[in-house]
């Protein structure tokens, strides 16, 4: 039994899937509960060293719900969507995605960076892919979700 997890930043929220497999099989574990697998930012949270903070912080609750994860995928932008825009979104995402990867290297859990086509799917199919694999939540079922699913089911089967 292998637990891992999958994470999709965007500027609002953090979409994590945790997943066990056990014989190939994904078992979606936090699927039912949305404080869980949407890490939405305390409204209050507005400087962006403090919603880092806050993100490493709900890291580590996760962790602790879900122990022994031993791999995260991260579902990063694609490159050259839009290559001329650079903005303060793009910009938080990647850092969320960073502390992300600090996470993993601090409690010896591997982590890979992952795109669509290393995923085997694309933006327009990302959620039926990821459903057919893992199931789906029960709430709040959408592309950030789907692709935080199919980065953990990713590393699942490596």
């Not at 949305?34 to 403090?50: E, G, S, V």
């Not at 199931?135 to 692709?147: C, E, V």
């Not at 980065?151 to 699942?156: D, E, L």
Request: aromatic share 8%; net charge neutral.
């Amino acid at each position: 039994m292998d637990r891992v997890m999958g994470v999709c930043a965007t500027p609002k929220a953090v979409r994590v899937a945790v997943l066990n497999f056990n014989n190939g099989q994904a078992t979606f574990e936090n699927a039912n509960n949305a404080h869980l697998h949407r890490l939405q930012f305390p409204k209050d949270t507005t400087a962006r060293q403090d919603m880092l903070n806050w993100y490493y912080k709900e890291l580590d609750t996760i962790a602790s719900k879900f122990p022994g994860i031993v791999s995260v995928g991260i579902k990063i932008p694609e490159f050259g969507v839009r290559p001329a825009m650079d903005d303060d979104s793009k910009r938080c995402r990647n850092h969320l995605d960073g502390v992300t990867m600090l996470w993993a290297a601090q409690h010896s859990v591997a982590s890979s960076t992952l795109l669509f086509n290393q995923l085997g799917c694309n933006s327009k199919s990302v959620e039926e892919w990821a459903e057919q694999r893992t199931g789906k939540t029960t709430t709040l079922w959408d592309l950030a979700m789907a692709s935080a699913a199919a980065a953990g089911w990713q590393v699942g089967q490596s």
